[in-house]
């Protein structure tokens, strides 16, 4: 799809119109467009379910599950997202210039999700396959049960980080409050920073990927043993 | 399960608008709670050595001017069916006046500055049968509850009056609260509901018995209250916010050089003045936040 | 055995057993199937058939409808089942492909749903089953919007009967490649599914979710809330108020692929009373049959069914029952189950893998013993003779719909039964408890 076909722009103001209008509007798309939507004001369900690369800004804050369960589209937040942004998102990239509130990319299997502020708490909870980067901080349990996916963090990660965590990667550049269960710090070899590189470098990030840290599973709670009863 | 508001004025010269800009608030979390709602508001101090009640009695014909009368207030102003007075401090302690001589009138509120009215109905016929709108005062916080496991009752909205001039709104589910209230029942104080946001409110009011601050008796709860829960808090002269340590249950707050506000959902505060511009943040889980002036 | 040895009521054989297994290997025990303990159950009820103050119909010759519509709510496309009765969620991973293939095969011949289970949704479950429910659970194993597009309803998954306030479990030696694959999961690890949704917590957060799942399948799925029982009427006005179209309630006596034997004994209550408790809900809510309500937990005869429908369900689900009648627990398995050390009629280690009917396992030699054409068959019977069975019983008090038979079609036989189920003890017209709510 070439960039001038996507040019076909369209308005959406929620104060006259409703979520409803819009998701129908994007579902029923024929071609990938351009869109904005102005006057969110926290609605929930803002561009969800989107199966084509449309381009979807929206100019304001969003509610619950902005752009879930996304597919190839870019959605782009320009002020705060509620909880569960992009969750379980396929493909695609979003983009919030604020903050984002719990569970953001929450069982995301794929994508890019970009937080320009800070995430709260449990930013990637069982994250299946996406990569989150979030240039401010993270709340607690964050990346709990990641499955797989990386999670870079350029800021601070609350408590708990990396709980019960499978085989999700995660890189903090601050502190680390504390780690949960089973998560240790690894060593970040040459294959991680071209990881780290690329995602930064996707994300807009100045920062360097030397000054982070890797953490990651020791892989002790795969299998139930009662030595390690008091972890779970 | 609920939605909860909170609006806070730094900026004294904002205080004719607080019914204006809280009213939309209220509303807003009508998704989140239809079933009943309630808030607090406080306005000017009352005259030395007096306090304000709010009272309620589910009959709108009921007889007041007794009551009136009997507590020794200078008239009343009858809203719905609630009346606020003021009333002399009297020699023995008032409620428990109140209780043995008018069984069957509900003390919502009491203080030098609170009110509280709540009652059956979506957030929008509450805010209409109050008069929401016109409201005045420094700050207010309120609550819209989808009612869990306690009864659908005007008793058992919130808010909470924790004593004088204190009450608490609640999001969320306590999983203790049964023999916290035995518990506190032994220690003396009363509950009229099943409620488990009752006894976290009478929890914290037995904490400022105990003369702590309300400050020290949040993070008291911290150890004491089991569940989910994100809590609002008005005082006399501020309000305070907490979050259980796993904070699921959301609070987003905003503030600006004219006020702190805080709700479930970033939706209550949208057409908040220069909201655009407001710092915003999410309450980080187990720390008490504190406004007063 | 000398007859002067006395066992322990206490101390039972069993109990010795079980405190010596845990003494020796220090972890709990985990096991399919349901609660084996005796409850008060749809046994102790019976139909008050019609004589002279009602007339009965003619068996096979006058008309006795069994259809039910789920999700005409809000679904723009709600569920015409032919028959009130539908198989319960069970994952591939705990089941093998060829079950899960004659799970949707059988109920597809008889025109009823299956459920997907935690695991995702499989090409061939889709293939075989003409209505399926996708389930939507806290793990999210698998969980894709092009699946959730292609189901026809979407069951968000809060409990199970077997275990309410517990997650999934699915222990490594079952995690095949496939299986490992779809969870996005390293194989042969134990997996612990979460017991809370990672994105919403409580009612209120709840109607956001659905929300959110309304928008983006357009308003077209019914979309169903399945609680396990235990604050059963709390739980039920919830759901209804946070915007389910269908609540499916599984009683304690609902079957599991893998939980702790704890948790299967001692969480929950019963399907009776939960049945009850949720009828009450709906009725005072005045949503009864406008949020259809599926029963599961112990169902296995038509019996069960008409009862559950006479107490206020819409439609019933069957879980354990379906699996039997695939061929679990069949006496032909008899020698390959000894060598396990269990027996035909005994046999629950669905958690282990190794499951001599193919049923509960995927390994491959194992899963190739159940034939999805043979157990397909096996199942439209046995499903046909449920359905016969409740219209049998349906016609006897009267009723040219099964949906008609009502509460005052039952007596009990326990007083247990009559408090549980709510309906007079036989002969008489007393119901302990009644007058005092809930």
């Known amino acids: 799809m070439s960039t001038i076909e996507k040019r076909r ?13 819009l998701n129908g509007a994007l579902h029923a798309a024929v071609e990938p467009g351009v869109w904005e939507v102005i006057n969110p004001k926290g609605r929930h369900a803002l561009a969800v379910g989107l199966t084509l690369a449309h381009e979807v800004r929206i100019v304001g804050h969003a509610g619950y599950y902005c752009a879930g369960m996304n597919q190839l589209a870019k959605v782009v937040v320009e002020g705060n997202a509620g909880t569960g942004v992009a969750e379980n998102m396929m493909s695609g990239k979003v983009h919030v210039m604020g903050n984002a509130s719990q569970s953001a990319g929450a069982t995301a299997h794929g994508g890019l999700l970009v937080i320009d502020g800070d995430a709260s708490a449990r930013c990637g909870i069982s994250m299946k396959g996406i990569n989150v980067v979030v240039k401010g901080s993270v709340g607690h349990m964050s990346a709990f049960m990641g499955q797989s996916g990386t999670l870079v963090v350029c800021g601070d990660a609350g408590d708990a980080l990396g709980d019960s965590l499978y085989e999700a990667k995660l890189f903090v550049r601050g502190k680390v409050a504390s780690l949960g269960a089973d998560c240790v710090e690894k060593e970040m070899r040459a294959e ?21 840290r890797r953490y990651g599973s020791a892989r002790k709670l795969y299998h139930f043993h009662s030595d390690h009863v008091a972890s779970y | 399960m609920c939605g909860i508001v909170g609006l806070f004025f730094k900026n004294s010269e904002m205080e004719p608008e607080l019914g204006h800009h809280f009213a939309p608030m209220l509303e807003t979390m009508c998704s989140r709670g239809p079933d009943s709602a309630g808030f607090a508001v406080y306005d000017q101090e009352s005259r030395e050595g007096w306090f304000k009640l709010s009272l309620y009695h589910p009959e709108l014909g009921y007889e007041w001017s007794k009551v009136a009368e ?78 869990t496991e306690s009864a659908v009752t005007t ?19 306590l999983s203790n609260h049964n023999r916290l209230r035995l518990n506190l029942e032994r220690e003396g104080m009363v509950f009229h509901t099943e409620n488990d946001t009752e006894v976290a409110a009478g929890y914290l009011a037995w904490r400022l018995k105990q003369g702590k601050s309300l400050h020290d008796a949040l993070e008291a709860s911290l150890q004491d209250l089991d569940g989910f829960y994100t809590f609002a808090v008005g005082t006399h002269d501020g309000f305070a916010v907490l979050r259980d340590p796993v904070a699921c249950k959301p609070a987003v707050m905003a503030e600006t050089e004219d006020y702190v506000a805080m709700a479930s959902e970033y939706r209550s505060l949208a057409e908040l003045p220069g909201v655009e511009k407001a710092r915003l943040w999410e309450p980080e889980p187990g720390v008490v936040y504190s406004w007063s002036r | 055995m000398n ?16 405190i010596q297994r845990a003494a020796e290997e220090g972890i709990y025990d985990i096991r399919g199937w349901g609660t084996k303990k005796a409850l008060p159950h749809f046994d102790d009820l019976v139909f008050l058939g019609a004589s002279m103050s009602r007339y009965p119909l003619e068996g096979y010759r006058e008309k006795c409808a069994t259809d039910v519509v789920l999700g005409d709510r809000f679904a ?24 899960k293939e004659a799970l949707g095969r059988g109920a597809s011949e008889v025109g009823t749903s299956t459920t997907t289970g935690d695991g995702g949704m499989t ?45 999934g479990m699915l222990l490594g030696q079952k995690i095949s490649d496939r299986v490992a694959m779809m969870r996005d999961l390293p194989k042969g690890i134990d997996q612990r599914s979460a017991c809370r949704h990672p994105d919403w917590t409580g009612p209120d957060d709840l109607a956001i979710k659905i929300e959110e799942l309304r928008e983006i399948t357009d308003w077209e799925k019914p979309i169903y809330v399945k609680i396990g029982a235990s604050r059963t009427y709390y739980d039920v006005k919830l759901a209804v108020k946070s915007g389910a179209d269908v609540i499916v309630l599984d009683g304690m006596q609902g079957g599991t692929g893998a939980t702790q034997d704890v948790f299967i004994e001692h969480v929950g209550i019963p399907t009776l009373p939960a049945l009850r408790q949720a009828v009450q809900a709906l009725q005072e809510m005045g949503m009864h049959r406008k949020v259809q309500l599926i029963i599961s937990g112990g169902i296995r005869s038509g019996a069960d069914v008409a009862k559950a429908l006479a ?62 054409l043979d157990g397909a068959r096996r199942l439209a019977n046995y499903l046909r003779v449920l359905t016969m069975e409740t219209q049998t019983l349906a016609r006897a008090c009267g009723k040219s719909h099964v949906h008609n038979l009502e509460p005052e079609d039952l007596a009990a036989l326990t007083i247990e039964a009559a408090a549980m189920a709510g309906v007079p003890l036989a002969g008489t017209d007393w119901i302990p408890g009644k007058g005092k709510g809930m």
């Not at chain 1, 590189?197 to 982070?212: D, W």
């Not at chain 2, 008793?155 to 589910?173: E, I, K, R």
């Not at chain 3, 015409?80 to 093998?96: D, V, Y």
Request: hydrophobic share 40%.
């Open chain 3, 123 to 167: 090409v061939e479950e889709r293939g075989h089953s003409d209505l399926l429910v996708y389930q939507y659970l806290p793990s999210r194993y698998g969980m894709n919007p092009d699946d959730l597009r292609k189901a026809d309803a979407i069951e968000i998954v809060l409990g199970q009967g077997a275990k309410p306030g517990g997650g």
């Open chain 2, 70 to 147: 009997g507590l020794g207030a200078v008239g009343f102003e009858k809203v719905a069916n609630h009346v606020l007075m003021e009333v002399p401090e009297p020699d023995g302690p008032v409620l428990q006046q109140m209780q043995l001589r008018w069984p069957e009138v509900t003390v919502m509120s009491a203080g030098r500055r609170i009110q509280i009215m709540k009652d059956m109905g979506t957030p929008q016929e509450v805010v209409e049968r109050f008069g929401v709108r016109g409201m005045r005062g420094s700050h207010a916080i309120g609550h819209t509850r989808m009612a």
């Open chain 1, 192 to 212: 991680h920073l071209v990881l780290l590189t690329r995602l930064l470098q996707e994300a807009g990030s100045g920062a360097k990927p030397e000054e982070f």
């Open chain 3, 76 to 99: 723009k496309k709600p569920l015409h089942l032919k028959i009130p009765i539908t198989i319960a969620g069970m994952s591939f991973g705990s089941l093998s492909a060829n079950a």
């Open chain 2, 155 to 173: 008793a058992g909205s919130h808010p909470f009056s924790t004593g004088m001039d204190v009450c608490l709104v609640h999001n969320g589910s």
């Open chain 3, 3 to 18: 007859p002067s040895l006395r066992e322990s009521q206490l101390f039972s054989r069993g109990v010795i057993h079980e």
């Open chain 3, 311 to 372: 107490m206020g369900a819409d439609a019933v689900s069957i879980g354990t029952a379906a699996l039997i009648a695939l061929g679990c627990n069949h006496p032909k398995w008899q020698s390959d189950y000894e060598k396990l050390g269990s027996a035909a009629g005994f046999y629950d280690d669905y958690q282990a893998g190794n499951d001599p009917a193919g049923i509960t396992t995927q390994d491959p030699a194992l899963t190739a013993r159940l034939d999805p």
């Open chain 1, 9 to 21: 722009c369209a308005g959406f103001d929620l104060d006259v119109q409703s979520v409803r209008d």
